[in-house]
């Protein structure tokens, strides 16, 4: 009897071993991807003043590409905390969207399993795994998000944490040049948006001017959260119009 539950005891670790390697063969694209941006704003952030286990901090506990960028360049600038996590709050709503319609498309995953899963989506992931969705209705298909998602996270902290080592060594003058990456992922964001339909691209120049106006009468920190909500507000009316 005991050698009989050893024996479904290996077969079940190997199944579950199975899942997470080729859910980590899966998420290697975006480890590849992840790299390069994850060790271009751990530079940014040791330029702006953080120290390596601020930022890595950051990457550990927000892991979120974007509003990361939009947080170093804030703490640059010298935004206060609150004006910070609000900006990152409305910045990264879509994440509601992504988990729910992640826990849609798992149905057949326990909700022990959904949750934390949950907090692994980031835009990349949450593409890969759409792709993939055969695998939740698998034996032990929940092992396999977990592997594409750690391969993820992981390749970004350990990104983050290279590029505070390197901006405390690389010149000055080519930290500065990288700078350019937190237009260039913003723009990347919005292109195939723009894409679609064009309204977007008018609600982003719409932010552009606001946030201009707003810089004139409050802090830069708050013109970007103002900005953001008042153009986000315009372009759902807009939207609705649109559509009836």
């Known amino acids: 009897m005991a050698v009989a539950e050893r024996v479904l005891i290996e077969r079940h670790t190997s199944q579950r071993m199975k ?21 271009t704003f ?20 927000v892991y979120a590409g974007a509003a990361q960028f939009m947080g170093a360049n804030m703490i640059a600038l010298g935004a206060g905390s609150i004006e910070i996590i609000i900006a990152t709050f409305v910045l990264n709503f879509r994440h509601f969207v992504l988990s729910l319609s992640f826990m849609n498309r798992s149905k057949a995953l326990d909700i022990k ?16 795994a759409s792709l993939h969705t055969k695998e939740a209705n698998e034996k032990d298909g929940a092992y396999f998000y977990v592997g594409l998602m750690l391969t993820a996270y992981l390749s970004w902290v350990l990104g983050s944490v290279l590029g505070g080592i390197l901006g405390d ?30 309204r977007f691209g008018i609600i982003a120049v719409l932010a552009m001017i606001f946030n201009y106006i707003f810089n004139i009468q409050m802090a830069q920190g708050w013109a970007i959260i103002c900005s953001t909500l008042l153009a986000s507000f315009i372009g759902t009316l807009f939207v609705k119009v649109e559509e009836k």
Do not use: N, R
């Open 19 to 39: 899942m997470i390697q080729k859910g980590f063969l899966t998420g290697l694209p975006i480890m590849f991807g992840y790299l390069p941006i994850a060790i």
């Open 42 to 61: 751990g530079v940014l952030a040791s330029q702006s003043g953080m120290t390596l286990m601020e930022l890595t901090a950051m990457s550990v506990f």
């Open 169 to 198: 060594v690389i010149p000055e003058s080519l930290s500065m040049s990288m700078g350019i990456a937190l237009y260039a992922m913003f723009i990347a964001l919005l292109i195939p948006s723009v894409k679609v339909e064009v």
């Open 113 to 128: 399993w959904k949750a934390p899963l949950s907090l692994g989506l980031t835009d990349e992931s949450f593409s890969v």
